[in-house]
C-alpha cells in the first residue's frame, strides 16, 4: 500500500462530481456534434447515450480497480507488471496527458483566432497559458481542484441562452428513431471519444479524496450530469440545424449563440467563447496535474520539475500545429488514443487485476496447506 497522503491535502469526496464534469464538458462540446452526424446521422442523440452508458461502466471498472490497489494508476502498474515496465506504461501515460491537454488549448486558440482575433499569433497565447497554468497547478491539487469547481459552476449561466434556438427548432427531424444500422450507431458512438475522455484522470487523483471508497457514487452523478447535457445538447442541435448544415458546421454549439440578440450587445457569441476559458482552463490544469503527479510517482522526480517539462512539450507541439487542418488530425489521433486507453486498456487492466489476484490467492493457500 502507498504512503497516505497527508489530510491537509486531501478534498472532500463530493467535489469527485466537479472533478468528473469539469474534465469532461470543455472545448469538445462545442463542435462534437460534426463527426457524430457524419456516421449516425439523426440517430446522433442515441450515439450519445451509448457512449454515456459506456462510461458509467467504465468509471465502475477504475473503481474496481482503486480499491483492491487502494493506489493510483501507478501502483497498479507496478503490481501488476514490475516496477520497470510498470513505470514505463505510466511514462506513456504522462504523455497522453500531456497530448490532452494541448488538444484542449490549441483547439480554444485556433476558436479565438477564427471568430475574435485572426491576426493573433499561437505562440503569444500558448505562452501566457504556460505562465498561468504553472502558477495554478503548482499550487497543488487543491487548487486546481478549486479552479475546477468555478469552471463547473460559472458557465451554467451560459445554459439558458442555448435554449434560445429552440424557437426555430423543427423536433420532427429525428423521427423515424433508430434508422440508422447498430454499427453506425456504435460508430457515431466512438466519436464522442474526445468529448468523454478525461475523467480517467480519476485513476490519479483517487488517493486524494476523503472517505474515496465512497466516492464513486459522485463520480457516477458526475457522469451522468455530462451525459444529461450532451444529449439535450444533440437534440437541440439535430432539431436546429438540418443533417446538411451540421456536417458542414465546425463549431455547432457555438453557432447557436449567433442566435441569441441582446438589445445592449450585437455579438453575443463572443460572451460565449470567453466565458468558456472558465470550461477548458480545468480541462488543461487537470491534465497537466496528471501528467506532472504520474512522472513524480513513478520516477520520484520533482512534480514542480515534471510541471514545467509538460508545459514546454505543451507549448512547443501547439506552437508547431499551425493550420485547422494540422489540429484535426493531432484531435483525431488524441481522440483515437483516448478510445483504446479508457474503452481498452482500462477494462484489460480489470481482467489482469482479477487473474493475478486469484493465482496470487492460489499460492497463498497452497503454502498454508503445506
Request: proline share 3%; with cysteine; aromatic share 14%.
Amino acid at each position: 500500500m502507498d504512503k497516505p497522503i497527508k489530510e491537509q491535502f486531501l478534498v472532500s469526496g463530493f467535489l469527485t462530481f466537479f472533478l468528473i464534469n469539469g474534465m469532461q464538458v470543455g472545448v469538445g462540446i462545442l463542435s462534437f456534434q460534426r463527426n457524430i452526424v457524419k456516421t449516425a446521422g439523426y440517430d446522433g442523440w442515441i450515439s450519445v447515450l451509448v457512449a454515456g452508458v459506456a462510461v458509467h461502466i467504465i468509471v465502475a471498472c477504475i473503481y474496481l480497480l482503486l480499491k483492491r490497489t487502494d493506489g493510483d494508476l501507478v501502483t497498479i502498474h507496478q503490481k501488476l507488471f514490475g516496477k520497470w515496465v510498470g513505470n514505463v506504461l505510466s511514462l506513456f501515460v504522462c504523455f497522453y496527458f500531456i497530448a490532452l491537454a494541448t488538444t484542449v488549448l490549441r483547439a480554444y486558440i485556433e476558436i479565438v483566432q477564427v471568430w475574435m482575433f485572426p491576426d493573433l499569433p499561437t505562440w503569444s497565447i500558448a505562452i501566457v497559458a504556460a505562465l498561468f497554468f504553472y502558477y495554478v497547478v503548482s499550487g497543488g491539487f487543491r487548487t486546481v481542484v478549486g479552479l475546477t469547481f468555478i469552471g463547473v459552476i460559472i458557465p451554467v449561466l451560459l445554459t439558458p441562452m442555448l435554449l434560445l434556438p429552440l424557437e426555430y427548432a423543427q423536433f420532427i427531424n429525428i423521427l423515424p428513431i433508430a434508422k440508422h444500422s447498430l454499427t453506425e450507431i456504435a460508430l457515431g458512438a466512438k466519436e464522442t471519444t474526445l468529448s468523454f475522455i478525461g475523467f480517467e484522470l480519476l485513476l490519479l487523483y483517487y488517493p486524494f479524496l476523503k472517505n474515496r471508497k465512497l466516492t464513486q457514487k459522485w463520480a457516477q452523478l458526475g457522469v451522468f450530469s455530462t451525459n444529461f447535457s450532451y444529449t439535450i445538447l444533440m437534440v437541440i442541435s439535430l432539431a436546429f440545424y438540418s443533417e446538411e448544415q451540421l456536417n458542414k458546421t465546425i463549431w455547432a454549439t457555438l453557432t447557436l449563440f449567433k442566435v441569441v440578440q441582446l438589445p445592449f450587445m450585437e455579438r453575443f457569441e463572443y460572451i460565449g467563447i470567453s466565458m468558456w476559458m472558465f470550461l477548458i482552463a480545468p480541462n488543461i490544469a487537470l491534465a497537466l496535474w496528471g501528467a506532472s503527479r504520474c512522472a513524480k510517482r513513478a520516477f520520484t522526480m520533482n512534480q514542480r520539475l515534471a510541471l514545467v517539462v509538460a508545459l514546454a512539450i505543451m507549448t512547443i507541439t501547439v506552437i508547431f500545429l499551425p493550420t485547422r487542418q494540422e489540429v484535426n488530425l493531432f484531435s483525431n489521433w488524441v481522440g483515437e488514443v483516448g478510445f483504446y486507453f479508457v474503452f481498452v486498456y482500462i477494462p484489460f487492466l480489470v481482467l489482469l487485476q482479477i487473474i493475478v489476484l486469484k493465482i496470487r490467492s492460489g499460492k497463498r493457500e497452497q503454502t498454508t496447506n503445506m
